[in-house]
């Protein structure tokens, strides 16, 4: 982990991407239902909030370890929200 500020730049790029492919899905498929896919949008926001929550977070006693923890923290749920755009 270089620094926080690449961390916050991971979790806006990644969550973004995930934004953006879900918009490319919708319009592409316009004659589809978009509740699912507003679902993704809206638990993409909620999780760019809570690990931005996390960074900015100054009660941690070993910041390396956090940061590690957070950065595999959005992996997991980045593979997560990609499976869910996939089964759109």
């Known amino acids: 982990m ?3 500020r690449d961390l916050k ?3 806006n ?3 973004g991407d995930i934004i953006e492919a879900v918009y490319v899905w919708e319009y592409t498929n316009t004659d589809k239902d978009t509740k699912k896919s507003e679902a993704i949008i809206d638990e993409a926001i909620s999780t760019f909030d ?3 929550a996390k ?3 100054r009660s941690v006693e070993n910041k390396k370890a956090h940061f590690k923890t957070i950065n595999s923290e959005l992996e997991e749920k980045g593979r997560a929200l990609i499976e869910k755009v996939n089964k759109l």
């Open 2 to 4: 270089a620094n926080v």
């Open 9 to 11: 730049k991971d979790i």
């Open 13 to 15: 790029f990644v969550l």
């Open 50 to 52: 809570e690990l931005i």
């Open 55 to 57: 960074v900015n977070d």
